[in-house]
């Protein structure tokens, strides 16, 4: 079981409590930023989405329909990139489509900007993206799963902060839409969300601040090496992953640690990892195991219980701003916005 908090600003805090499944939830600083730092983050109320498909193709058009009526009863207005639901071999369109619609997305009059799906695709376009101009546009971009490389690239890049969270077909365009995480989405949205509250009672003790940042390990491992790769000190890194047996998430978290980007943090924040399977050779090892490991060799706090990733129930994430984290008594809490009212 996990509990997120909402605190708006002068509200009482609402709590809720969801039941994630099977997964396991064991799961200030330096940015360089070669452009200069530049914050897309707005204050005022944004209320319209543009949605594009960034990677993986659309395989139900009715989904997105879906997401666009759920999203209007939470109050924003949505419009379709003309080939959001394009298909090439495994791709919402060709690298060339796709690029284009990112392009269209910076010179559309909604604020926010958000991929339809993960899946795979963006790697291929990162050298091809213009980041000044993303960063220029003040759009308010938002994903997940392969969206990692386009927050990573972002802050990389330019300095940018985005989101980390939701996406049209996964969360708004299901059966069921969590009713928490599309609070949380609005609220993030509407600059309201200030302390996200959830349950660690296993985590180590932190009263730490620095930049948030990460999100899909498999996507953040393979950033490494490559210009795209932001260069975080003393950050709060946050990860998770779906499919990846954890001897593949503790090999992906040894590429980090070797790579020493682990050790440079304050605070290593766990999510979800969900939807694998265990062998007979495992004798027993799984993710408390690599959490286990984690925790001996790297020297830095290490937080769990995180509720995001392939999940329902998911927080809306800032990449790339400054944040605190602290836990106490069983909790966890991350102060998203520190700033005086």
């Given at each position: ?30 940015v ?92 291929r ?10 960063a ?60 996200l ?33 932001p260069k ?79 999940v ?30």
């Amino acid at each position: 079981m996990a509990r997120a908090q909402r605190s708006k600003r002068a509200q009482h805090v609402d709590e809720h409590s969801h039941d994630h499944g099977d997964g396991i939830d064991d799961g200030s600083g330096h940015v360089s930023t070669p452009h200069g730092a530049r914050h897309a983050h707005r204050h005022t109320a944004p209320s319209g989405i543009y949605l594009i498909s960034p990677s993986g193709a659309v395989a139900d058009p009715k989904t997105l329909d879906k997401a666009r009526l759920r999203l209007a009863k939470q109050g924003f207005r949505t419009a379709v990139d003309r080939t959001a639901l394009a298909v090439h071999e495994r791709f919402a369109g060709t690298d060339k489509q796709r690029l284009a619609a990112i392009t269209r997305a910076l010179k559309q009059k909604h604020p926010i900007v958000m991929a339809t799906r993960g899946g795979y695709g963006l790697s291929r376009l990162l050298p091809l993206i213009d980041w000044d101009a993303v960063a220029e546009s003040g759009k308010i971009f938002i994903g997940q799963s392969d969206f990692t490389a386009f927050n990573l690239a972002l802050l990389a890049r330019t300095g940018a902060s985005s989101y980390a969270g939701p996406t049209a077909v996964f969360d708004f365009g299901g059966s069921k839409m969590d009713e928490l995480t599309a609070a949380l989405f609005g609220e993030a949205m509407r600059g309201e969300l200030e302390v996200l509250g959830f349950e660690s009672p296993d985590s180590d003790p932190v009263d730490a601040r620095g930049v948030l940042w990460g999100g899909n390990l498999a996507m953040v491992a393979s950033l490494i090496g490559t210009p795209y790769m932001p260069k975080v000190r003393g950050g709060i890194l946050f990860l998770e992953d779906v499919a990846e047996h954890p001897f593949r998430v503790e090999r992906m978290l040894l590429q980090l640690f070797h790579a020493g980007i682990l050790q440079r943090q304050k605070a290593i924040v766990l999510g979800r990892f969900t939807e694998y399977r265990l062998g007979q050779n495992d004798n027993g090892y799984d993710m408390p195991s690599v959490v286990a490991w984690l925790r001996a060799n790297v020297g830095v706090p290490v937080v769990t219980g995180l509720p995001y990733g392939h999940v329902k129930v998911k927080a809306t994430l800032p990449v790339g701003r400054k944040v605190g984290i602290a836990t106490e008594q069983g909790m966890a809490h991350l102060v998203l916005d520190e700033h005086p009212h």
